[in-house]
């Protein structure tokens, strides 16, 4: 085919392009206005009224969704007007046209129906389709029709549909009628028109011109569920379902594990982690979780009479322990802190990823991800806020981060923490806060944290933070100066080569998380709470990218501090202000443990780092890439290491089988 003849037929390509602009608004229509039925049925009037301000967020959000909808199911069609012009047949040019408009007509059909389901599912459940929607089709088929049948209007529902597919049938037949007539368009004009389409069509499809993609964040604008439940279509909803069922973890036969970990037999492995002989170990009973239950949890019973302090525990977004001592310039004020109350600097985070750390410590499960799998429906027995709310104490989880982040609002909702405040919330209450893409700034985040520890209340408080800014990108606020690094500073052997301008980004948003946190404990320790609270502040794990550790030393590959402060009630003059013992997250619980706990049960996988019987060479530190101790007691970490994530593997898969039935 010559040049010539290809441009002429480009040029058919305009009518092409006008039936494919017409066609892509039915579907937006279709998503819009299932949407509209949605708000008139389940959101009250006044719940738009009193979050007016939301509205433009959610609006917007809402229609990124729909129109990337709409970009994936152009695609086809868009690759058929591409192709067109390379097709010299008659008969099949007007074939592909007719193949589009029964194409639209059919996925507007199946859209419609699917935002149906959708619609009477949430009318049913409260929610979008979700999890729980595939347990339908574990139904028997004749039961499955008849539910359906029961309790939905089929029949309007039939006819309904009939009518939108009737309307997209026409609507497209109209839309791609011009196709194969002559057009006036110049070849430079559609030239043009078609680099915008195809430009807009991959905007869509990504669903932003921003940093990042649209992704589920984005389903969270408003301190109000019922405004956030507005924004995804049924697509999405049904998209998202099927990823988290799709996660499967690697659930491995006793043997196959007791072979991996190097034990020949589940006692022995229960021996070795709880440091006693093997015939003092209860065999195995038919009942395996209760044996494990016994082994990886302890009672503590209601023999605490002191007064129940409030608990802050703070995970520091990439605070890294070789970073926070290398120099004063980088702790901004944190030296006095550090010299004042207690540091442990042998400590590693058990895991390497920011929601990973979040899921570890909040119901420790050594399966990555759990949060993002149907498991997240359910309390976790191992839940770090079982122990303190049958203590006696309120949960709150606050983070400057967007709390649709990987499900961990949905998550940790489950987990009994009665209150979850992430970036809307604290918006809300300080309306001069500022934010970047990954959250509320630290500053603002660190403010709310003060203000609910000195407000009075019934209950002690049992707060845990999430911190943000030291996250990539790395955005700090305009206000904030941060002390100027000497010339080559960033060029020093401890960082990796990944340019001058990038250690810098690093440091200066390392400075400020140490600045704001300063400032915190400055405001802190001059307020009421100072008296009856104590703080933990761990890093959520290490700084990744800019640290050469074949110069500084493996031993601080995945190492982030441990800052405890205490109350003076609480304070023993025989801590030592820098212990030298070794621990990692798996401690944590078991340190606050003793000041907070009473007849109540919780999962103590670690050591009491406070326990002032405990001597060093008797601690270990657990990643999950290396296991550290004195070098005499290394080979005895590394075994009991081993036996824990046994245990800990076995108990989960056996608990998650028991979900199932």
């Not at 001592?325 to 042998?346: G, T, W, Y």
Request: net charge positive.
């Amino acid at each position: 085919m010559k040049l010539k003849d290809i441009k002429m037929k480009t040029l058919d390509m305009a009518p092409f392009l006008r039936g494919l602009l017409i066609s892509s608004l039915i579907v937006v229509g279709t998503l819009i206005l299932f949407r509209l039925l949605f708000v008139l049925i389940n959101v009250p009037f006044s719940a738009i009224t009193g979050q007016i301000d939301d509205m433009p967020r959610v609006i917007y959000n809402a229609f990124r969704f729909d129109l990337q909808i709409a970009a994936y199911v152009a695609l086809l069609p868009t690759v058929i007007m591409l192709a067109q012009p390379f097709v010299s047949s008659v008969k099949v040019r007007q074939r592909l046209r007719s193949f589009c408009c029964w194409y639209y007509m059919t996925a507007v059909i199946l859209l419609a129906m699917l935002s149906a389901i959708d619609l009477g599912y949430f009318i049913n459940f409260n929610s979008h389709i979700s999890l729980t929607f595939f347990d339908f089709f574990d139904e028997e088929p004749q039961s499955l029709i008849r539910t359906i049948w029961d309790d939905y209007p089929v029949v309007w529902i039939i006819l309904g549909l009939c009518a939108i597919g009737l309307g997209a049938k026409k609507t497209s037949y109209w839309a791609y009628a011009q196709v194969g007539k002559p057009t006036h368009m110049s070849y430079k004009t559609l030239s043009i028109g078609m680099f915008f389409y195809i430009a807009i069509l991959v905007v869509c499809m990504r669903g932003s011109v921003g940093r990042f993609p649209l992704q589920v964040e984005d389903l969270i604008v408003s301190t109000d569920e019922r405004l956030n439940n507005i924004i995804p279509n049924a697509p999405y909803m049904l998209k998202k379902a099927i990823k988290e069922k799709s996660i499967v973890f690697d659930m491995k036969p006793t043997k196959e594990l007791l072979q991996e970990y190097g034990f020949k037999s589940v006692e022995e492995a229960m021996a070795t982690f709880t440091s006693k002989r093997i015939n003092e170990i209860t065999p195995l009973t038919t009942d395996t979780l209760k044996c494990l239950y016994k082994v990886l949890f302890s009672h503590v019973a209601d023999t605490l009479h002191r007064q129940q302090p409030n608990i802050l525990l703070l995970c520091s977004e990439s605070w890294s322990n070789y970073v926070a001592f290398m120099s004063p310039l980088i702790q901004c004020d944190m030296q006095k802190h550090f010299a004042e109350d207690i540091v442990f600097r042998n400590f590693q985070s058990v895991r390497n990823d920011t929601v990973a750390t979040i899921e570890n410590i909040t119901v420790s499960t050594p399966f990555p991800r759990v949060f993002r799998s149907s498991y997240r429906k359910n309390c976790l027995p191992s839940s770090i806020a079982l122990p303190f709310v049958n203590s006696g104490y309120s949960c709150e989880f606050i983070s400057g981060m967007d709390l649709a982040w990987e499900n961990c609002g949905d998550a940790l909702k489950k987990q009994k923490f009665s209150k979850l405040t992430g970036k809307y919330e604290i918006l809300k209450e300080e309306p001069k806060a500022e934010c970047n893409s990954i959250g509320v700034y630290d500053e603002y985040m660190l403010s709310a944290i003060l203000y609910r520890l000195n407000q009075k209340t019934s209950q002690p408080q049992m707060i845990m933070g999430m911190t943000t800014t030291n996250h990539p990108p790395l955005e700090i606020p305009s206000h904030a100066q941060m002390p100027a690094l000497p010339t080559g500073f960033c060029k020093q052997p401890c960082f990796n080569h990944v340019g001058e301008d990038v250690v810098e980004k690093y440091l200066k948003a390392f400075q400020y998380f140490d600045a704001c946190l300063a400032h915190f404990l400055d405001e802190f320790k001059k307020s009421p709470a100072a008296k009856n609270t104590i703080l933990v502040i761990t890093g959520d794990h290490n700084v990744r990218s800019i640290l050469n550790y074949n110069v500084i030393g493996k031993r601080w590959q995945n190492s982030v501090p441990l800052y405890i402060y205490l109350p003076p009630y609480l304070r023993d003059k025989s801590y030592p202000l820098h212990s030298e013992k070794w621990g990692c997250h798996y401690d944590l619980v078991a340190t606050m443990a003793p000041f907070a706990f009473k007849n109540t049960d919780y999962m103590k996988l670690g050591n009491n780092l406070l326990d002032t019987t405990l001597l060093p060479s008797q601690t270990y530190s657990y990643n999950e890439e290396q296991t550290r101790a004195q070098a005499a007691y290394l080979p005895i970490a590394k075994r009991k290491s081993a036996a824990r994530e046994l245990l800990l593997r076995l108990y989960f898969q056996e608990f998650f089988a028991r979900q199932k039935k």
